[in-house]
Nanobody, 123 residues
Framework: QVQLVESRGGLVQAGGSLRLSCAYA????????MGWFRQAPGKEREFVAT???????YYADFVKGRFIISRDNAKNMVYLQMNSLRPEDTAVYYC?????????????????WGQGTQVTVPS
């Protein structure tokens, strides 16, 4: 059973926008905290944004004012709207779910992960 599936990554020129989607399945996700992480080649996976079931949000400093995380609980969907994209945003972006009601920024606190979607912003 597929638990989380990311989609809508792609190649976008610097300054452009993308909206990533994450579809999730399973009753436990009804009250779970969701997050987005990203990983560039040769680098550690890093926190991007998190959102609780009640839609409290928190962002990494390097995306504040540019990215927006949102969710639609009725549709079992989480989104990451990415604006003003930069070459350093190039990475595989992962959707994740945590069994908590709090905002979570650490990788180890997430229990389930999608397979990732590639975002490329050429220099």
């Amino acid at each position: 059973q597929v638990q989380l599936v990311e989609s809508r990554g792609g190649l976008v020129q610097a300054g452009g926008s993308l909206r990533l989607s994450c579809a999730y399945a399973g009753r436990t996700f009804l009250s779970s905290t969701m997050g987005w992480f990203r990983q560039a080649p040769g680098k550690e996976r890093e926190f991007v944004a998190t959102i609780t079931w009640s839609e409290d949000t928190y962002y990494a400093d390097f995306v504040k004012g540019r990215f927006i995380i949102s969710r639609d609980n009725a549709k079992n969907m989480v989104y990451l709207q990415m604006n003003s994209l930069r070459p350093e945003d190039t990475a595989v972006y992962y959707c994740a779910a945590s069994g908590t009601g709090s905002m979570v920024v650490t990788r180890s606190r997430y229990d389930y992960w999608g397979q990732g979607t590639q975002v490329t912003v050429p220099s």
